[in-house]
């Protein structure tokens, strides 16, 4: 297709994917962006950093993940279904995966304490531990409503030897944490290292973290190899919040039209209603956190409260590479509901033995969604497990029955 021949992976070097991304930020983080974006690739490149990610990696993590053969999910849709298995990585999701890469350039930087925003507390828990295993003082922001939702994961933290703040302003959720952190980086930006959890953020987060995460797509094509007649799958599908885990499984396959790639936003109770999380569907373009991109806002640009039943998936924003790949056509963009992704999720727990996150129930239900030939190839990301979501499931378990 001819619109989406400059649909791209790597932004420019301000940061830009199109219209999308740069770095918009106050002056007194200046300096700190400045040396990430001027250090950051020869960094990630170097011989040193390669070697301690990806060991890492492969004996803290345990990557590679397996790709799985879900024989009776594949049967069900009279199709071929693979499950790229990152909850399988250690603290049970892909997020580790970004966590290890930024301790490393933290270190390399010299930097000795580090900072993080959590929703969930998934990003929460992968920073603190990489931050304990290494050694690094490491403080997390976290809204004071998500405090009280996600207790089991600040229980984690804690134990990890990692500070917890409450940030108190606006609906006290991811959002209003990520405003708190950017807060205290102003306050001591020499010595301290923002871990951002996504790939959202000023330039050069969101293009860092998708090559710290792009290990994942780089494992799905040796995997695909081994058995199938190309490296190509017919598709991927993966689910967005801020975007990490799909660029993850996207970015090997970005330059290559082959394979058809698909984002699944979370609706929440619909993209027709308030209480929704899908960006790309009802957001237009805005600038929040450092960067431009579909945000959902009011007729007057204020950004609106997200919804959506996953904690994980809640932010009114998309990074910037979803947002040009959108406008090209590269991704096709699928929305799921709160309760189309619970079911999906009771269904791989009883098809497959496998209890997903929430998150992942997500791109599960857009399989409901894609007309599939027999013979097709599709790989889902799954991007983590459901221990963390035991209470949803069981709640919703209780009301349906
Ligand atoms: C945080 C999280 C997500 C959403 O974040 P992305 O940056 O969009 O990947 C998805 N799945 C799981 C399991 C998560 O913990």
């Known amino acids: ?136 003082e490491c403080t997390v922001y976290m809204g004071a409503t998500d405090i009280k939702r996600q207790a089991p994961n600040v229980a984690r933290m804690k134990m ?6 409450a940030a108190t302003s606006g609906n006290q959720t991811l959002k209003d944490a990520t405003n708190e952190a950017i807060r205290a980086w102003i306050n001591s930006p020499e010595d301290t290292y923002y871990l951002i959890g996504s790939v959202v953020g000023p ?47 996207f970015y090997h396959f970005i330059d290559h039209k082959a394979t058809e790639l698909i984002a699944v936003e979370a609706a929440g109770l619909g993209t027709e209603t308030a209480e929704t999380a899908a960006s790309l569907h009802v957001g237009k373009m805005g600038i929040i956190h450092g960067f431009k991109t579909y945000l ?37 963009c699928l929305a799921v509901t709160d309760n189309e992704a619970m079911e999906a999720g009771l269904e791989l727990a009883r098809l497959e033995g496998i209890i997903p996150a929430i998150e992942s129930a997500h791109a599960l239900a857009a399989l409901t969604k894609i007309d599939f030939k027999p013979d097709e190839m599709t790989v889902l990301n799954l991007s983590g497990r459901g221990d963390k979501d035991l209470d949803t499931y069981s709640n919703y378990l209780d009301k349906s029955n």
Not at 206 to 222: F, G, H, K, N
Not at 229 to 238: D, G, L, M, Q
């Open 296 to 332: 959902m806002q009011t007729e007057d640009g204020q950004i609106t409260e997200p919804y959506s039943i996953s904690a994980g998936l809640d932010y009114p924003g998309i990074g910037p590479m979803f947002a040009d790949l959108f406008d090209k056509n590269r991704i096709t």
């Open 160 to 165: 990890l030897g990692a500070k917890v703040i």
């Open 1 to 136: 297709m001819a619109d989406n021949q400059n649909a791209n992976k790597n932004p420019d070097k301000n940061g830009f994917y199109g219209e999308y991304g740069g770095a918009y930020v106050p002056e007194m983080l200046y300096p700190n962006v400045k040396e990430l974006q001027e250090r950051y690739r020869e960094i990630i490149s170097s011989q040193d950093f390669r070697q301690e990610y990806t060991g890492l990696l492969n004996h803290y993590s345990g990557r590679p993940t397996p790709l799985y053969y879900a024989s009776r999910l594949s049967e069900k849709y009279n199709t071929k279904i693979y499950l790229k298995r990152e909850d399988l990585n250690h603290t049970g999701a892909h997020k580790i995966n970004n966590a290890i890469g930024q301790m490393l350039v933290a270190k390399h930087l010299g930097k000795t304490k580090i900072i993080a925003e959590t929703g969930a507390g998934q990003h929460g828990v992968a920073t603190a531990t990489v931050c304990a295993m290494a050694g690094l």
């Open 203 to 249: 330039h050069p987060y969101p293009d860092m973290v998708a090559r710290l995460q792009a290990i994942i797509s780089a494992e799905i094509r040796i995997q695909v190899q081994q058995r199938h007649s190309s490296e190509f799958p017919t598709r991927i599908i993966a689910c967005v919040g801020g975007g990490s885990n799909a660029a993850g499984a």
